[in-house]
């Protein structure tokens, strides 16, 4: 599809900030499972631009598993968003003044300089010797297409790539995307409960909540129809949240018993519970419950 320019940019605008950020924590739990941190840093408080979600989850979801991929345990991932000044040289694109900066940088094995050139191609993987090794333990066992994928993307978005690296310290991929503020802005002007509840559990940083849309939010969120989200890995119980907030007003409970306690409490309309865990398991819960 891409190749053949059959591939459009969906541009809708608003805050690109918390969706990135919501997108590189969606990848925690696969990177805690790996032993590895993952950082999202910015200094910026709000970057609204026109911005091709969709376009967005497929660069991030590859620069991420691939880090993730090629990052020893005890390893660490940082996700940095920035806007800067365009750089005003003669191939400049969109002649737009401003540029969103996303960096993806890891502290994995790194790529050696003679393979940097070719890592965009397609099909292109930077494998051990297939000769002397019949092993099929390799990290990468992917298909070789991501980046070129990745690649392609970012030209479409007119905008560019580039990669560092170093053996055995680590890679980064940092990418300039031009930002212009064309498209219809998203449907709500408000804090998206993705905004909101990414922001919740993230250390306070550069940016305050705001009491006025919080209030807001909560009486809205009246008219939903209550959930209760019970799960002993707090990763999935956030992702839960994220995933059904838009529709429900969502509580949450660490095990079974903590469980049935809030159940009886709320009375909820649904009730979304993980079998096992501790104290009270799931199926337990679900004939209590009954
Ligand atoms: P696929 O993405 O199709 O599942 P893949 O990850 O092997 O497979 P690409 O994402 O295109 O393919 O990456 C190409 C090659 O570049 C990889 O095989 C790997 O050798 C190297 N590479 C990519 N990202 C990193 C990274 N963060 N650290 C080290 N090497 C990397
Ligand atoms: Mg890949």
């Not at 497929?58 to 940082?78: H, M, Q, R, V």
């Not at 990669?163 to 990418?175: H, Q």
Request: overall charge negative.
């Amino acid at each position: 599809k891409l190749e053949a320019g059959q591939m459009p940019l969906h541009l809708e605008q608003g805050d690109v900030l918390p969706y990135l950020r919501y997108l590189t924590l969606s990848f925690r739990s696969y990177a805690q499972m790996q032993k590895l941190g993952l950082h999202f840093l910015s200094g910026q408080e709000k970057i609204v631009m026109d911005y091709d979600p969709e376009k967005l989850v497929n660069i991030l979801s590859n620069l991420l598993s691939n880090a993730i991929k090629y990052t020893p345990e005890g390893g660490d991932i940082y996700v940095q968003v920035d806007k800067m000044p365009a750089i005003p040289d003669s191939s400049s694109r969109t002649g737009t003044t401003e540029v969103l900066q996303i960096r993806v940088r890891d502290t994995g094995i790194g790529i050696p300089p003679d393979k940097l050139p070719y890592i965009f191609d397609r099909f292109y993987q930077n494998k051990p010797n297939a000769a002397f090794t019949s092993d099929s333990r390799q990290p990468g066992e992917g298909t070789g297409v991501g980046l070129a994928i990745v690649h392609e993307l970012v030209k479409l978005m007119e905008g560019d790539i580039q990669v560092k690296s170093r053996e055995k310290e680590g890679t980064e991929f940092i990418i300039h995307l031009p930002i212009t503020r064309k498209a219809t802005p998203a449907l709500s002007s408000e804090p998206s409960d993705i905004d909101f509840l990414t922001k919740a559990f993230l250390p306070p940083a550069t940016e305050e909540v705001e009491l006025p849309d919080l209030e807001k939010q909560m009486a809205a969120a009246d008219n939903r129809p209550s959930a209760l989200l019970i799960d002993d890995d707090p990763d999935i119980l956030t992702y839960l949240q994220l995933t059904i907030s838009d529709h429900y007003r969502t509580e949450t409970a660490a095990d079974g018993a903590e469980g049935w306690e809030k159940a009886l409490a709320i009375i909820p309309d649904i009730v979304i519970s993980d079998v096992l865990m501790p104290r009270l398991n799931g199926l337990d819960l679900c004939s209590r419950l009954k």
